[in-house]
């Protein structure tokens, strides 16, 4: 029996034997992307070169020339002197420790980034360091309503299983950049059995994913719902292999059905509390009984985690908040991966942002959506449903009154974290990529000078603004800085906001912005930004009990974007319908991440409620009339 499942009806066909319509292997959209037959997906890894250490001169002109556009002539000159000062001085010593610690390690970042980014921070996970993503195929192949909250959750834990299979037998082909160089998979190690551990000081991440010929990893999934939690497997145990997904359906549905009679205690709120105070509480849970202890290992060693709402999505906006704040006890913080549906239909995902980066979820969710695409057009196989899989087996906690009065605390330390965090998800659909390309610009670098105009022609200034850039070339190396508020984007600015600039100055100052900035990226992208190599030395300082550089005291390192103060803190998830949020960076600032289609543009603004001066939906206006505004300014030119 084969199930062909179209967009919003599905048609049972029975065939004998095998299907006219069978696919053949090469014809597979999902096995053609992302397969590979010759490559393994680790292979690469340990062969890649180290990440280098910029010039020092190289790195402190690109600081100065970010610093140009958000200061004043006194500022600016003030701030030169302090930067020739460090150099001639304190920062020329501590580039040189940096060069002789580069002698003996192969990525002299990776530790100190996870430590200082977000292993030392005792703030909750949740907004600040996690990000979430919707199920991109819900307004075509999973149109949301009423009953489908299992269905479509099955549906997507069949594609994160078969995922699961690629990652552990190597089949995932190895990325690479597009002059062919191969690119480090290792953050594809941590999106799966892998949780952050609470720790008084610092935490710590347990990565228990292992391929074939490393030994054995866990299997199971652990599902949350009504404040309880419960596990099931998530791969035959025997085999290695997925469940149907009319089997992770019935787990799911039994789940709900065991949930419904009480409400649990909720102690995945434990979970959304200060690091520290979390610390201290996991080790009390632990201590209460054997069992506690027993339980939370199944917990952190999960594949993943499900959680089955009991609200509505409703909307892509809801939807999308809900996803990365939830309730502030229906995620289990720490997880590197977390599956979530609504009651109706709608969902998504949440991660922990420590372990990996948002291409990791990315290069899932987009191996989902083709497969299941594929499902649609050509047809499944469904069989009966193993009784002997589907026991989903609830996990039982001692907790006492201190338990239960900790779980307050988490809530309502959490509650006002999560509630001020505002999101819209929006998609701009006057062209995309396509249209860009045709004018001779990169996509990527023509929607940042979009930001930068957005946010000057809403604030009347320029907006210090933060951009990832993957630096995966490298050993175990993650991500750097493009700060794209630069010069040429402050003038560029300044001339489509004055009556007295002509269209064709317009128009080179935006190619003259555009090719900075995609330089800019590109250097960074090959190690030589200078916001990853600042921290290095910093670091350094600290670390050697030095006081601190005048560098870093000046105002105009925060001013700029210094220590996570940008204001646009932005990031693309690439040319897929693929794309997440994650909140802001500062209280009055935006986070805007956005994917590029070939003919339309999906633009998720996150901000805070709270603040007094911005608005994310006046800022997505802005972002939109940019666009308009740019596009006309290109066209214009073939109208004279």
Not at 44 to 68: E, G
Not at 258 to 266: D, F, I, L, Q
Not at 611 to 616: I, K, N, P, R
Request: glycine share 6%.
């Amino acid at each position: 029996m084969v199930s062909k499942e179209g967009h919003r009806s599905k048609i049972i066909k029975t065939w004998c034997g095998h299907s006219e319509d069978a696919m053949k292997p090469q014809e597979r959209l999902a096995e053609k992307t992302f397969v590979s037959e010759t490559e393994r997906t680790f292979q690469h890894d340990d062969h890649l070169p180290s990440l280098p250490i910029p010039n020092l001169r190289q790195t402190l002109d690109k600081y100065l020339q970010s610093v140009y556009p958000v200061a004043s002539s006194r500022e600016y000159e003030n701030t030169r002197r302090i930067v020739e000062q460090f150099e001639k001085g304190v920062g020329r010593q501590l580039h040189d420790q940096l060069l002789e610690r580069n002698k003996h390690t192969r990525n002299w970042l990776q530790h100190w980034w996870l430590d200082y980014a977000y292993l030392y921070q005792r703030e909750p996970i949740a907004p600040s360091l996690a990000f979430a993503g919707p199920f991109t195929i819900s307004e075509t192949l999973w149109p949301p309503g009423e009953g489908t909250q299992c269905q479509y959750l099955a549906r997507y834990l069949y594609g994160v299983a078969s995922f699961w299979c690629l990652l552990r037998r190597e089949r995932l082909a190895p990325q690479r950049s597009r002059d062919g160089t191969a690119l480090s998979m290792h953050q594809w190690r941590r999106l799966l059995s892998t949780t952050r551990l609470p720790g008084e000081h610092k935490d710590a991440i347990r990565a228990m994913f292992q391929t074939e010929s490393e030994g054995c990893t866990p299997t199971h999934l652990v599902i949350l719902c009504n404040g309880r939690l419960y596990t099931s497997p998530l791969l035959e145990p025997e085999t290695e292999r997925p469940l149907t997904i009319e089997e992770y359906q019935t787990i799911l549905e039994r789940v709900k059905e065991m949930a419904a009679a009480e409400p649990g205690p909720g102690l995945a709120a434990l979970t959304m509390d200060n690091r520290t105070r979390w610390a201290e509480n996991r080790e009390y849970l632990r201590s209460l009984s054997p069992e506690n202890a027993a339980s939370l290992e199944v917990v952190e060693s999960a594949v993943c985690h499900a959680s089955l709402e009991s609200v509505p999505g409703l909307n892509r906006d809801r939807t999308l908040r809900l996803n990365l704040c939830g309730d502030g006890s229906s995620r289990w913080a720490d997880k590197s991966l977390t599956a979530v549906a609504y009651t109706d239909g709608y969902g998504g995902n949440y991660c922990d942002h420590s372990p990996m980066d948002a291409m990791t979820l990315v290069t899932q969710g987009w191996f989902s959506h083709l497969q299941e695409l594929d499902f649609n057009r050509y047809g499944r196989l469904v069989v009966p449903v193993r009784e002997h899989l589907c026991q989903p087996r609830e996990l039982r906690f001692t907790v006492d009154e201190r338990v239960r009065r900790d779980i307050q605390v988490a809530r309502d330390v959490s509650r006002p974290l999560l509630n001020d965090v505002i999101i819209i998800s929006r998609r701009y659909g006057r062209y995309g990529k396509l249209w860009i390309q045709t004018e001779g610009f990169h996509p990527d670098a023509f929607i940042q000078m979009a930001l930068q105009l957005a946010y000057w022609s809403l604030h009347g200034r320029a907006a210090p603004t933060y951009e990832t850039a993957a630096t995966r070339r490298f050993y175990k190396a993650r991500t750097e800085t493009v700060r794209s508020c630069t010069p040429e984007a402050l003038a560029w600015c300044r001339a489509m906001t004055s009556d007295s600039a002509v269209a064709a100055d317009r128009r080179r100052l935006l190619r003259a912005a555009v090719d900075r900035h995609a330089d800019l990226a590109k250097q960074a992208s090959d190690g030589h930004g200078c916001d990853r190599h600042l921290m290095g030395l910093q670091i350094l300082a600290g670390e050697a009990g030095l006081p601190t550089p005048d560098i870093f005291t000046d105002p105009m390192w925060k001013k700029s974007g210094g220590s996570g103060n940008f204001v646009l803190s932005t990031s693309t998830t690439g040319y897929t319908p693929c794309f997440g949020v994650t909140a802001a960076m500062v209280r009055d600032g935006y986070g805007c991440f956005y994917s590029i289609e070939p003919d339309r543009l999906n633009i998720n603004i996150s901000g805070f409620v709270s603040s007094q001066e911005c608005d994310v939906n006046k800022f997505y206006d802005s972002v939109a009339s940019s666009l308009d505004g740019m596009q006309q300014l290109m066209l214009s030119r073939s109208n004279l």
